[in-house]
Structure formats: structure tokens, C-alpha cells
């Protein structure tokens, strides 16, 4: 799994609707976990994506 700062990252593990943040840090080589994600509550949390994540890329401007 590799992503980029402004990725976003989808959660759907015992979650509806999906706890959705944006990565606003990659701490692995070359865009690999662990990833320090901001959620839209304000709180922050580094973390190892789970089989149950889904990076969304962000689309070029």
C-alpha cells in the first residue's frame, strides 16, 4: 500500500457510514505505512492501514 500527503483514507471496518481522513503525513520509505491521518473532528492519529482500508489518491489539479 503506498499514498501520498492529501490522500485520503476510507476505514470501513465496523463503521457505517466509513470513517473517512486525510493523510497529512507519510512516515514509511517511498509512501509506505505508517501515516499520520487528520479526520475531519479535528483528531489526528498515526496509523497501519488494515486489509479493511482503501487509500483514494488524490487527483492532480
Given at each position: 500500500?503506498?499514498?501520498?500527503?492529501?490522500?485520503?483514507?476510507?476505514?470501513?471496518?465496523?463503521?457505517?457510514?466509513?470513517?473517512?481522513?486525510?493523510?497529512?503525513?507519510?512516515?514509511?520509505?517511498?509512501?509506505?505505512?505508517?501515516?499520520r491521518v487528520?479526520?475531519?473532528?479535528?483528531?489526528?492519529?498515526?496509523?497501519?492501514?488494515?486489509?479493511?482500508?482503501?487509500?483514494?489518491?488524490?487527483?492532480?489539479?
Amino acid at each position: 500500500m503506498q499514498a501520498h500527503v492529501g490522500d485520503s483514507i476510507r476505514i470501513t471496518v465496523l463503521r457505517d457510514p466509513p470513517l473517512v481522513g486525510e493523510i497529512v503525513e507519510v512516515l514509511g520509505p517511498d509512501g509506505a505505512p505508517p501515516y499520520r491521518v487528520k479526520f475531519p473532528n479535528g483528531h489526528e492519529l498515526v496509523m497501519n492501514p488494515s486489509p479493511d482500508t482503501i487509500i483514494e489518491h488524490r487527483r492532480p489539479r
